[in-house]
């Protein structure tokens, strides 16, 4: 099955300045057929963008992306650590559950392993962020203190990883609203991004569409297969794209700074796909340095 998306770039800094025209010619991809009805009774003005949304700032948020796969037998254990960090309140630890890895041995299909959780973003992480040796591993924000300076830390360094992350400053707040239109599984979505102190670099905002459960086989020890395993938080596409949305082109912003971007993502049918019922879906967007993978802060929203 293959997931299409289109999407339109809306970006402005927070002033007094009248916005002309707020859909770019140049990024026409906003799909207004999702939703239906007229466009004018859209239950979000996006000419408009409260700026009322940054008023709440975020807590500092965690990602923690769990690379797994089915056929990986110490995969279950390193996701039981992953889930026991996310049910910790205190920790505001956020869960990515992406089914890659270099061969992608553990994460093939057959007769009994029919789920194919693979994505595109999640081989590609995989090949690009360097020092991936195998399922499971994962990466804490994506900052470099997991095994041999990499992004990547063994399950075993999951714990250490996240409380040395804790304590790190809030230096962005996001925020994000959704609506869905059941008759054409459209999704649409709008994103305010804040700077909360001066920062420099390329900035990428990143959105994970996530199933919540998918209960499907997974592998154990000494050959045993749990046919009703419970995959949690499992990464089923990008909804803007591998490496998402450039929010800062490597110029100075300043906390003064506010950008506002919207979506629009066509569901599979739930009828067809019963996992993608829009109860069982998440949307994650955190903001990351393009340049050194480092992710600065992650929410995640229920649709």
């Known amino acids: 099955m293959k997931n299409y998306f289109g999407f339109i770039l809306l970006i402005t800094i927070l002033s007094c300045d009248k916005i002309e025209s707020p859909l770019p010619e140049e990024f026409g991809k906003f799909d ?7 466009p004018s009774n859209y239950p979000y003005d996006i000419s408009n963008p409260s700026i009322n949304w940054g008023e709440n700032t975020n807590t500092k948020g965690i990602l923690l992306e769990d690379y797994t796969g089915h056929k990986c037998t110490n995969c279950p254990a390193a996701a039981q650590i ?6 910790d309140s205190v920790k505001n630890v956020i869960v990515a559950s992406i089914h890659a890895s270099a061969d992608g041995s553990f994460q093939e299909t057959d007769g009994l392993y029919l789920n194919d959780y693979r994505t595109d973003a999640g081989d590609e992480y995989v090949s690009e962020m360097t020092g ?5 591993m994962g990466t804490i924000n994506r900052n470099s203190q997991g095994l041999s300076g990499s992004v990547w830390y063994l399950a075993t360094e999951w714990v250490n990883g996240v409380n040395n992350e804790i304590n790190k400053p809030l230096i962005a707040n996001i925020q994000l609203k959704s609506n869905y239109f059941k008759s054409t599984n459209g999704l649409f979505i709008h994103t305010e991004t804040s ?6 670099g390329d900035f990428h905002l990143i959105i994970y569409l996530i199933r919540n459960d998918v209960v499907s086989p997974q592998k154990f020890d000494s050959g045993v297969v749990d046919t009703n395993y419970h995959h949690h938080s499992v990464l089923s596409d990008n909804i803007n794209g591998t490496w998402g949305t450039l929010i800062n082109d490597g110029g100075l912003a300043d906390e003064n700074t506010v ?3 919207d979506f629009t993502y066509e569901l599979p049918n739930p009828s067809v796909y019963p996992t993608f019922n829009i109860e069982n879906l998440s949307l994650i ?16 929203s229920e649709i």
């Open 32 to 38: 207004w057929s999702l939703y239906p009805g007229d």
């Open 82 to 87: 992953a889930k026991s960090l996310e049910d």
């Open 132 to 136: 991936f040796l195998g399922n499971p």
């Open 195 to 200: 700077f909360l102190s001066p920062v420099s």
């Open 259 to 261: 950008f506002y971007n």
């Open 285 to 300: 967007a955190y903001l990351c340095n393009r340049n050194s993978y480092e992710v600065i802060q992650v929410i995640k």
